[in-house]
């Protein structure tokens, strides 16, 4: 099988009849720990010829159990696809978390999984997981059904950073606080934004700075600010840039927040392109400035930082 094959819940699980190797979280995010889990599925299945499988839940279940505080989400369900298949995961079961899957029991999830997927050879999971009704079912209880239903269980270690574990709730905070780089040292992988270019209001181009504005809705905002950015429309070179995100105080207050990028190469990119931002490093936070002309001092400012930052970076 190549690519990612997507499931839309277990019962649409009609699988090919080889060995399936399945790691099971919400994954939100696809950070570096949940990639050690991930990875050990994916290599014990290419190691006897089966499948490497996620099973995965959406909504996040805090939008059932907390819908007056649902948890913001680091990856839109598109942008975990994409993540997924380029670690190599066969097929993505995208299970619906609604009320009759949070009272399935603990004991019972085990059976529950045989019954749809009857080629089930293995769960991965980290030592932390819980799950079931309640969140009653810990590791221990899992490897006693698995055992006894004729399963392995492999548990990842919890992975550290800085000496502290790596988690979805961290990044989450690294990202409304602006330290990109941290967010992009515990995913492993540069965060990033895809979107189609929108019309702006073409002052961007009167001031001297043109900018690619991009339609994005985010589970979680990042800071508004200022990044080093790069763009990319498909697997080609990727182009140079810096972006600012935010409601844009002073030429009159969007009322929701907008990523531009204002690109320091030439490209013909324009409206309706699609595009890929990955944020590189936060430069400043956006501020209201007195005057436009004041505006335009910091963004040539904003310019030459970003085009240091890149020079630093390509110096190794
Ligand atoms: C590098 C960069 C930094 C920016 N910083 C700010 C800022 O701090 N405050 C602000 O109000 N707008 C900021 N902007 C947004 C500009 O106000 C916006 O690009 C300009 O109004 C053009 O809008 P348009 O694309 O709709 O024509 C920034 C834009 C860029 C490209
Ligand atoms: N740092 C880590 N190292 C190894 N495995 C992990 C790590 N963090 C999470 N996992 C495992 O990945 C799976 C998915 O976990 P989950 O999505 O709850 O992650 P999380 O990052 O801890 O999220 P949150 O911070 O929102 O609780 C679980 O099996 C969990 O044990």
């Not at 994954?27 to 499948?51: T, Y």
């Not at 993505?92 to 749809?116: G, S, T």
């Not at 844009?248 to 595009?275: C, F, I, K, N």
């Amino acid at each position: 099988m190549s690519g990612l094959r997507q499931i839309d819940g277990l019962e649409r699980a009609d699988l090919p009849a080889q060995p399936l190797h399945l790691a099971v979280g919400m994954f939100d995010g696809v950070h570096l720990g949940h990639q050690s889990v991930i990875e050990a599925a994916i290599h014990s299945a290419r190691r006897s010829g089966g499948l490497a499988g996620v099973l995965t839940f959406a909504p996040h279940p805090s939008v059932l159990l907390r819908p007056a505080n649902p948890t913001p989400l680091l990856l839109p369900p598109a942008a975990k696809r994409a993540v997924l298949a380029r670690l190599g995961v066969d097929v993505l079961i995208e299970q619906n978390f609604n009320a009759a899957y949070a009272a399935l029991a603990a004991e019972d999830f085990v059976p529950h999984l045989q019954r749809h997927l009857p080629h089930l050879a293995a769960l991965y999971v980290g030592e932390n997981w819980r799950f079931g009704r309640g969140r009653t079912g810990d590791v221990a209880l899992l490897v006693a059904a698995a055992t006894r239903a004729g399963l392995s269980v492999t548990s990842a270690p919890r992975l550290n950073h800085n000496g502290a574990p790596i988690s979805s709730s961290r990044i989450r905070e690294l990202l409304v606080a602006g330290d990109i780089a941290g967010v992009n040292a515990l995913l492993g992988y540069t965060y990033f934004s895809e979107g189609v270019v929108q019309p702006g209001r073409q002052l961007g181009r009167t001031l001297g700075f043109p900018t690619l504005n991009l339609a994005w809705q985010p589970g979680l905002p990042p800071r508004h600010g200022v990044y080093a950015v790069e763009v990319t429309t498909g697997p080609g070179k990727a182009l140079q840039g810096v972006a600012n995100y935010g409601l844009r105080p002073t030429v009159g207050q969007d009322t929701s927040p907008l990523l531009e990028v204002h690109l320091l190469e030439e490209s013909t990119l324009g409206y309706g392109a699609s595009l890929t931002v990955h944020w590189l490093h936060f430069l400043r936070p956006e501020s209201k400035f007195g005057s436009l002309e004041a505006l335009q001092r910091q963004i040539e400012t904003d310019r030459q930082t970003a085009l240091d930052y890149f020079a630093r970076r390509s110096a190794g």
